[in-house]
C-alpha cells in the first residue's frame, strides 16, 4: 500500500519551487494561485532569500503550492491511488487537497489565512522551535515540561521538537535532556503547536466556517492523534485545532504501519517525512520528491505499490 504525506513547515530552502515551474502549464498555475491569495508564491519559491521565506505568513502557503505542484505532476490522485494520505502539520492543508476534502483554491486560502493568523500570535511573544536528536520520548518529554518547553512535535524515530520562549529555549541548549544528541533550531517562527498559537485558532475557526468541505475520497489520517477521519467537517475542525495542539507524527506511522504501508512518497519538498519513515518503518520503501528528476522514480514506486496492492488482494482472494 502507498502512503502519499506532505512535509510541514521548515522544509522550504530559497529557489525550491524554480525546476517545478518549468513543467508545462505549472507556471501559470502558481501565478493563479497566487493572485487568488495575494501573495507572489512564484517570486518566494525563487528568488527570495532564507528570511524572506522563513516567515510564517509565506513559508505555509508555498509548501502547501508545492506540495499540490509536484503531486500533480505525478498524475490525479486516482491514478496515483494512495491507500492513505497525511501530512505534517501544514502539510495537512496539502493532505487535505489530495483526499478531495478541499479544491486547491480552497486549500490555498485555507493556509494563507492560516499563515497571516499564525505570525500574527508569534508576534506577540519572541518564540521557537527546536529538535531533539535522540534520547528516551519519556525523558525528554520530562525534561522539557520542568523547562516550561512543549513537546509540539512528537515525531517518531527518536525525535521530539520542542517549542516554547526563546529564552526557554536557550536554556534546553545548555541543559539538554540525558541521552539527547544534540538540539538543533528549526526555520520556523514561533511556537507553533502551543498554547502560543491560541489567539490563531479563532481566526481560522472563522475562516474553515467558510468553506464547504468534501468528505475524504482517501483514507484521511490525522495529526491529533493517528487516527483516520471519515468526514470533511471533522477534517476541518481537527486543522483548526491542530495549530495551538501537538503533531503526533508517530501515531500517523503507527497507523501506516497497521494499514500494511509498502511505500511511502513524501511530496515537495520532500525529505523530512522520508528520514523519519525510514527509521520508524524499516522495509517500507521511500521516495522524497526534491525536483522533477525524481519523477520518474515515483512513478515506478507507484506502479510497484500497485502491484503488490493486487497481489496481496489475490492472496486474501
Known sequence: MLVLV???????????????????????RVAAWSDAIGLDLVHYG??????????????QPLLVAAGILSAAALGDIAEIA??????????EITAASF????????ALGLVRRRGLAMADAAAI????????????????????????????????A????????????????????????????????????????????DALAKAAAELTPGDPKV???????????????????RLVGQVANPVRWDLCMETFKALGVTALIEVCPGGTLTGLAKRALPGVRTLAL????????????????????????????
Open 290 to 317: 526534491k525536483t522533477p528528476d525524481d519523477l520518474d522514480a515515483a512513478r515506478e514506486l507507484i506502479a510497484a505499490a500497485a502491484d503488490s496492492a493486487a497481489a496481496a488482494a489475490g492472496a486474501d482472494a
Open 6 to 28: 506532505a512535509p510541514g513547515q521548515g522544509a522550504q530552502t530559497p529557489g525550491f519551487l524554480t525546476p517545478w515551474l518549468d513543467l508545462p502549464g505549472a507556471a501559470d
Open 99 to 106: 483526499a478531495g476534502v478541499l479544491d486547491d483554491t480552497a
Open 82 to 91: 494512495p491507500g492513505a494520505v497525511a501530512g505534517h502539520s501544514v502539510g
Open 219 to 237: 483514507t484521511y489520517v490525522s495529526n491529533k492523534d493517528g487516527q483516520a477521519v471519515a468526514t470533511g467537517a471533522e477534517v476541518l475542525e
Open 46 to 59: 525563487t528568488q527570495a532569500d532564507a528570511d524572506a521565506i522563513r516567515d510564517t505568513a509565506v513559508a
Open 125 to 156: 511573544t519572541e518564540t521557537g522551535m527546536s529538535a531533539l536528536l535522540g534520547g528516551d520520548p519519556e525523558v525528554s518529554v520530562a525534561h522539557l515540561e520542568k523547562l516550561g518547553l512543549t513537546p509540539a512535535n512528537v515525531n517518531g
Open 158 to 201: 527518536g525525535q521530539i521538537v520542542a517549542a516554547g520562549t526563546l529564552e526557554q529555549l536557550a536554556v534546553l541548549n545548555e541543559d539538554m535532556p540525558e541521552g539527547v544528541r544534540k538540539v538543533v533550531p528549526l526555520k520556523v517562527a514561533g511556537a507553533f503547536h502551543t498554547h502560543h498559537m491560541a489567539p490563531a485558532v
